[in-house]
């Protein structure tokens, strides 16, 4: 008797067909938020572009200079440092490179220093500018190279300075130029040393000291600021230079009058505690005791010599 062959029913054909439908439905749905992705980040690049290209003829139209206003107390007249500064009305605000219009400015004019340049939204310019202040007199040859508090070169070759600038001596520039800052290494550590001593000898009300001899840094060397320079100082180095002027302005304040004539050694202040003065010893007075002794001299030869006749 034959046997027919057993048909097995997939009971699981609609699981298969649920799977299908749902991996079918999953991938349109990834499918539909791609396109969704894609059309946000288009729109939004759309957008950018638009405020951008909007923002760059709004700023032409709405943004231009208008006014430049100058302010400060100087020596230059409005016009002048507005032509220095080679600003230009009508271009845009934002465009204009504030710190060139410093250097502009500073480099043209010569006193001109430490200029400030602002934008004032919308449409103006601001410029403050006060004249550079001459801060020393570097003793160069028969004349002087008078250098601002910025180390800017305002005039050079001049033979006569105000009283009370501070003179340097033993600071060589090789090349000099009007209106140029010093940029010189060994110059700006000589310079830097200046301004922490004259600090400490102002503060320490030492107003007649006003010549510095910077020649050797560890041998310094301080006149008075008269012409005579009655009184000498021997600095030493710059370790415990406060030390040294608070010391130096005790000693002065004193011993010393209008009249004193010397010198002052403090470079052995530090180890030794001690300053050493050794005073001038005027020579009109020498030579008058040494004519008084040359008679009395003459007078005993004299004698001497009678009493053997």
């Known amino acids: 008797m034959k046997v027919s062959p057993v048909i097995k029913k997939n009971n699981y054909a609609h699981v298969d067909r649920y799977i299908a439908e749902k991996r079918t439905r999953i991938a349109r749905q990834r499918k539909r938020k791609r396109k969704r992705v894609a059309f946000r980040a288009i729109s939004l690049f759309l957008l950018l572009i638009t405020i951008l290209v909007c923002a760059y003829f709004s700023l032409g139209i709405f943004f231009k200079v ?4 100058v302010s400060g107390k100087s020596r230059y007249s409005d016009e002048q440092i507005f032509k220095a500064s080679r600003l230009e009305r009508d271009e845009n605000i934002f465009g204009v490179n504030l710190k060139k219009v410093r250097e502009n400015i500073e480099r043209s004019l010569l006193y001109a220093e430490n200029v400030d340049v602002k934008r004032k939204l919308p449409i103006s310019i601001s410029i403050v500018m006060n004249d550079a202040k001459p801060m020393c007199a570097l003793k160069s040859g028969e004349g002087y190279i008078v250098l601002s508090k910025g180390l800017k070169i305002l005039e050079q070759n001049v033979l006569t300075i105000d009283k009370n600038l501070d003179i340097i001596k033993g600071v060589k520039l090789v090349t000099p130029i009007l ?3 010093i940029e010189d290494e060994v110059v700006l550590d000589k310079l830097s040393d200046f301004t922490v001593l004259s600090d400490y000898i102002k503060r320490a009300g030492l107003k007649n000291i006003g010549t510095y001899d910077l020649e050797d840094l560890q041998n310094i060397k301080l006149y008075s600021r008269d012409e005579e320079h009655k009184i000498k100082v021997k600095f030493g180095g710059m370790d415990q230079a406060d030390y040294k002027v608070r010391s130096l302005a005790a000693v002065l304040a ?10 002052l050694d403090l470079t052995d202040l530090v180890s030794s505690k001690r300053a050493i003065w050794k005073p001038e010893v005027n020579r009109v007075e020498v030579n008058n005791k040494e004519e008084v002794n040359d008679k009395k001299s003459d007078k005993k030869t004299e004698e001497q010599s009678k009493k053997l006749q």
């Open 66 to 69: 208008k006014n430049i206003s």
């Open 179 to 181: 209106g140029e800052k």
């Open 254 to 263: 004193r011993s010393m009058n209008e009249e004193t004539k010397g010198e």
